[in-house]
């Protein structure tokens, strides 16, 4: 069976380094080390050690085809995306990532799709942006659940969702600048709280902000199964039918109404909540997805899955029907 993961991460092995190209900011950059491994250092800060699975295609490919994986969907971590720099500087660093992934899935067709990242607090730059990872075969942009603060449903990035339908890409929303951040550093809370909140925090302006209704040929993916959203969609559906004042300003249709409009993966890490989240949006909206390669991610693979008692049609929408509807492909694309 075709096995598509849809949510991993990958970052060039050579990058510039930004700050000192730029002349300010804490931008990214990998310091080397030692073998098979590299510092993410944020300006001079140490951020985080990565292994080599975070940049090397083929040590990737050795590792996931250990759990009968055939495709990944590739994208940046979120901490590059780096919309509080200058636009045009957010711009070249976008473009050098997204040539990268470009480059990488025209040397693996077959194994690697490639999901660009976008200047998205400047929407003119990323809409262009936009055109030319389309034009340089990416089949959809990941963006973050906010944009500096600001919330999906804001008027200045609907071009750029109203630009993926019409191009016909995929959107990728992931958690990243976690609220409540600074309050919560202990016990690994942005992490644990933070994103799952900022994903609801982003279906949600999404669904009141009215985006779906205006564009309903969009295709989006929510990370880690939709956070909370659909474990808390009695409540936000209550609010909406007792303070529509509040909650039904700019759209009047039930959030219960989306339900089996957007797409969530399986990173869930939970047999249980993967059955709820089955039967609240169906399993073609449910694509496998890992988080490869990092601790918090699936590394097996969907293997709890292997071991539910699915149909096979399930498990076949999980694993590869449901990603391919939302990224606009077909199976004899990667065959
Ligand atoms: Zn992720």
Redesign the pocket.
Known sequence: MLKIDS?T?IIPKDMPNWSEKFGYGDFIYLQHHKEGFAKMMRGNQFFREIKENCWHPEVRIEEYQQFNTQVQVVCTI?VMFSYWAKPLDCLDLSRFLNDHLAALSEDYPKQYIGLGTLPMHDTELAVKELERCRKIGLKGVQIGSNINDENLNEERFFPVFEACEKLNMALLV?PWNMMGEKSMQRYWLPWLVGMPAETTRAICSMIFGGIFERLPKLRVNF??AGGSFLTTIGRIQHGFDCRPDLVAIDNNIPPKNYLGKFWVDSVTHDPLMLDYVLKSIGSKRITLGS?YP?PL?DLEIGKYIDEMDLKQEVKEDIYCNASLEWLGMTKNDLL
């Open positions: 949510h991460h979120p992931h990370a880690h988080d990092f991610g």
